[in-house]
T-cell receptor
Framework: NAGVTQTPKFRVLKTGQSMTLLCAQDMNHEYMYWYRQDPGMGLRLIHYSVGEGTTAKGEVPDGYNVSRLKKQNFLLGLESAAPSQTSVYFC?????????????FGEGSRLTVL | GENVEQHPSTLSVQEGDSAVIKCTYSDSASNYFPWYKQELGKGPQLIIDIRSNVGEKKDQRIAVTLNKTAKHFSLHITETQPEDSAVYFCAASKGGGADGLTFGKGTHLIIQP
């Protein structure tokens, strides 16, 4: 059982380049999330999805776009990368069960923008 | 919105001693308080959580306490072991679920041999 899988695990971009991070989960979860983790800042929510075909903005959505075309996949896109987007990105998923609440995280994708 | 403060940012304890990490939250409507552990190079993993109708919850060597009046909650780890070394995050939510979860900035726990 793979859980939550993120690709790629590492990427280096030049300012202005674009890229897409892929998140896949095999637990049939309704909710999926993208977080970024920066030193001393904890985990900040970028975008999330409550089901296939739906997305919503989180705390720090600027400069990112997302899509949830299939229930098991959640894509995070950077159209024009900036050095401020250098971070470790985590995807997470959870059951559509407001009494449970557990987030299942991937192992992260480290992005460096030069 | 919700604001979660976590202290200390770094905590070093001798192996076998206890460790306590404290968090405060701002929104009195928050009712779900999980703790996540992040090992080096891994994603965070839920280790324990508590809901507002409970004051304390234990799971082997870890426990969480909640004081709703003071709006703070704490993680207690007893008989610390080397594998407890990690970054710990507290979080708070008023939705009873994963959406709307606000994380603290994390505590780096170091277990000294």
């Amino acid at each position: 059982n793979a859980g939550v899988t993120q690709t790629p695990k590492f990427r280096v971009l030049k300012t202005g380049q674009s890229m897409t991070l892929l998140c896949a989960q095999d637990m049939n979860h309704e909710y999926m999330y993208w977080y970024r983790q920066d030193p001393g800042m904890g985990l900040r929510l970028i975008h999330y999805s409550v089901g296939e075909g739906t997305t919503a903005k989180g705390e720090v959505p600027d400069g990112y776009n997302v899509s949830r075309l299939k229930k098991q996949n959640f894509l995070l896109g950077l159209e024009s990368a900036a050095p401020s987007q250098t971070s470790v990105y985590f995807c997470a998923s959870s059951y559509y069960n407001r009494a449970t609440g557990e987030l299942f995280f991937g192992e992260g994708s480290r992005l460096t923008v030069l | 919105g919700e604001n979660v403060e976590q202290h200390p940012s770094t905590l070093s304890v001798q192996e076998g001693d206890s460790a306590v990490i404290k968090c405060t939250y701002s929104d009195s409507a928050s009712n779900y308080f999980p703790w996540y552990k992040q090992e080096l190079g891994k994603g965070p993993q839920l280790i324990i959580d508590i809901r507002s109708n409970v004051g304390e919850k234990k799971d082997q060597r870890i426990a969480v306490t909640l004081n709703k009046t003071a709006k703070h909650f704490s993680l207690h780890i007893t008989e610390t072991q080397p594998e407890d070394s990690a970054v710990y995050f507290c979080a708070a939510s008023k939705g009873g679920g994963a959406d709307g979860l606000t994380f603290g900035k994390g505590t780096h726990l170091i277990i000294q041999p």
